[in-house]
């Protein structure tokens, strides 16, 4: 059974700073493209980071800069450094695999970020 459990959610002030971790089991970790997604109260869910099995990255626009996806094979965790946090950042954050050759993909629970005075 694959499952993705995140950790690392709170609650943070403005231009604080949190990380996220995301660890996977039931599937080999290298293979997969890992990401991070987040949905705001309201809004649609988005793509924020994104590691493939290659390493490569890409990010949104809105966290260009601030925000930096890591994975550590050996542990099968991903990670997502959040620095210089908006309010604009609140949001539940969720762990998203895709395995390229199977054509299955997996979700975490979500862990939630709060950016707030």
């Known amino acids: 059974q694959v499952q993705l459990v995140e950790s690392g959610g709170g609650l943070v002030q403005p231009g604080g700073s949190l990380r996220l971790s995301c660890a996977v089991s039931?599937?080999?970790?290298?293979?997969?493209?890992m990401g991070w997604y987040r949905q705001a109260p309201g809004k649609q869910r988005e793509l924020v980071a994104l590691?493939?099995?290659?390493?490569?990255?890409n990010y949104a626009d809105s966290v260009k800069g601030r925000f930096t996806i890591s994975r550590d094979n050996a542990k099968n965790t991903v990670y997502l450094q959040m620095n210089s946090l908006k309010p604009e950042d609140t949001a539940v954050y969720y762990c998203h695999a895709d395995h390229p050759w199977l054509g299955t993909d997996y979700w975490g629970q979500g862990t939630q970020v709060t950016v707030s005075p």
């Open positions: 590691i493939r099995n290659s390493g490569g990255t």
């Open positions: 039931g599937i080999g970790f290298s293979f997969l493209a």
